[in-house]
């Protein structure tokens, strides 16, 4: 008797989360999955929050948007009363025929982005979510936020020091961006409820990895109550590298 | 009745090939996990192969390198018989007291890169895969291989077009390295048997993940039969990126 | 009895033309002022060539348009009769507001960057060389037309090797990109009749310094006759990095 | 009858600075030419003060070594009584046969970096200015320290806003590093006493370029009494990218 597929998810959830605690219990031993911690100057990046990946009927189409997309209108509305940056990404391609020199890089060869025209409602950001005037959206080529677009460049002349990501998808835009953030000096905090993806299981193991060694992933209540007790932005200093203790309400 | 480590390792790694199996349908459904195929002018990178990641007793140690070890010398016998390049990475950082301005960036605070002192034997490269003359050793500071480190350039000037990936870990610098590679033009070919990292099941997530959306991952043996069918490195010319069919090899 | 503007400026040129021959001498004593040469597979790159530069009456409008322009024309005709790519860029601003967070970066701080808005005429690249369909337009927002953009992963991925670099300015944002072409493994084609400023002089002393030490400065009849004479972009292959002489027509 | 060179070099101070005065009044008419200003949390970067370029006898050897010197000397006093971070850089290369895949990149086809081996003398930095522990190396590979090394990195996660350069040469690796720095978001100081290079001409004018676009050049006496008046280093906050009134003492 075959499993369905809910059933078969339902028992690697299961499985996945006894194999993260012994996972963790191991990387703790050897000083792995630490806590990077919340810093005092923050942006929002929403990773290809658009609708090819908000919304059924795209190739992109991804699972569980009646959770998160309100998780970032939450997000958006605690960060805009503080005046905190929010930054949108979409993924789009002005010559979409690979036989001729486009912008796609390598990547078609490996995922269908020769169905993301730039000037199709396609990959324009989720109305939902919609960005306000003087938020950046920033289109990029490659899973990354960060290498061949100007994020980095606005993140550190603006001085921000921890991005709080969001979005989509999270084996593969999320956690690129993630692992850049660290790398180029940004605390990266990923909010639980706010990533998404396509197929089972991606999701869980991409957030245990990213938590032990790239980000911290955390509970979307603990996010909008760091955004809460911020001061507004115009005020706030970066947090310098030395360690500093993760925040209480972790 | 608890479960040994064996056992619940056995289990996992049987669920995962069952999800493997339903999420590659999908993906297929999608025009995802694609070929992105062998080119016609390689490099081989070794990531990470120094001495705290391929020996016991290092909180960076890794698994299985009873196999690792002799894919990767297969694969530098084949590399080196026809002129293809090949260039290690190793981690290790100047300052490594985090409350100094140091060179660690923020990932001390994830993981225990205080611990790589670069002049120890720990970051050497592993004596049973030693660098020849002329083969390049790269220290880099964050889990890719390119950003910081002059690998993009001399790939680029040397018109390399496939990089062959082999290393440690899965879950860090093997996968943002793969990652970044496609991103950057050159395409990835990540070796299944050359492939290691610390705890259960995350080998085997992460290798799903890089076939499915960042580059192929391919068996040893195709891979050095690849290099063997090769013309001499100075005779090759790298293929242009417009799509070639997946080599027959595969 | 002062000089006029005229004047100053024709003494100078015949000044510096004495000076640059001197400094040529003891640069080829020390081995350096070499040629990189022509390769196979070229790219054009026109640096912001958009209204704001190309006409009067903007604070970033450039000087010698009337030569400029017909050498850029005449280096799309024969770039687009071998199907070779032609790229522009141009640079612009979401948030000129320098009191708000804002993506003109440090910049403008030294100049006038908050006058290029990119909904206005002023940053589209001028009608004379309008873009055609499938040729890329680049928005930058530094003067290297690399970092921060896909202009790198563009090349790199259609295998070019030689980049033909036009525009303004000069002193800006030509040679930052020319800078990094080297660097990245292009080999840079300045093109002296294209290239322009504002201000006297700094076109001579940056097309020697350019010529120098990061790429070659050629006549337009140069690269025109080079254009003329490839096999078509399609079946070109780029050359490795190896030495190779000058071209002859050189 | 001939110019000596010294009269040659003299009659062409005299009208750069003539030039310099008129181009400067055409700078400001247009905007262009502003204080980027210091802020608040500064490294000192020393560019290629390594021997090759600072003793002579070498095809790299820079002059006005007798002012350069003193100048590294004097900031480095300053900074370290601060602790303010103190970088160096150097430039080498492993495989200097330009036949072989090599890391020269391209660069070898302009100028004679096959003269560069790591393991000589040559790319160590001056003793007159050696780094003390805790002070990075940055063996770089490109005119620029920034793509291709981890200073960005260093910058980014250090919470620098303003970086105080030296060293040779002004129309190379000094110019290309502060049209990076600003770009990726840091104030570039120029120190004028403290910069050089091999023949006339062209340190005055790389001065006058950088400090209309790029950076201010300012005198050394600014710039140590700016670090004199700095708190020390860990009780810095870097300042926002706000304008900021460039201080009384320029």
């Not at 991804?62 to 959770?67: F, G, I, K, L, V």
């Not at 990404?89 to 730039?118: F, H, N």
């Not at 960060?146 to 990501?165: A, E, K, S, W």
């Not at 905090?189 to 089972?200: F, L, N, S, T, W």
């Amino acid at each position: 008797m075959t499993k369905t597929p809910a059933e078969l998810e339902a028992e690697l959830e299961n499985l996945l989360q006894e194999v993260f605690e012994a996972d963790t219990e191991e990387y703790h031993k050897r000083g792995f999955k630490r806590r990077v911690g919340y810093g005092t100057r923050p942006a929002i990046i929403h990773i290809d929050m658009a609708k090819a990946w908000t919304q059924p009927g795209h190739q992109f189409s991804c699972s569980n948007m009646e959770t998160i997309i309100p998780a970032c209108q939450d997000l958006n509305e605690a960060a805009r009363a503080k005046g905190v940056p929010i930054i949108y990404t979409t993924t789009a391609y002005e010559v979409r025929d690979a036989m001729l020199p486009s912008d796609m890089g390598l990547w078609s060869q490996k995922i269908p982005v020769e169905t993301l025209d730039p000037n199709s409602e396609a990959v324009e950001i989720d109305d939902r979510i919609a960005p306000q005037e003087g938020e950046l959206v920033i289109t990029k080529k490659r899973a990354s936020a960060f290498p061949g677009t100007n994020l980095q460049q606005f993140l550190t002349v603006n001085r921000i020091d921890t991005v709080i990501v969001t979005g989509v998808t999270a084996a593969g835009c999320v956690r690129h961006t993630v692992e850049d953030a660290i790398a180029e000096g940004f605390r990266p905090i990923v909010v639980r409820e706010a990533v998404g993806d396509r197929v089972p299981g991606v999701v869980s193991w991409n957030l245990f990895d990213m938590d032990s060694k790239f980000g911290d992933v955390e509970p979307l209540e603990n996010v909008v109550r760091y955004l809460n007790e911020l001061p507004d932005f115009a005020e706030t200093t970066p947090t310098p590298a030395v360690p500093i203790a993760a925040p209480s309400l972790v």
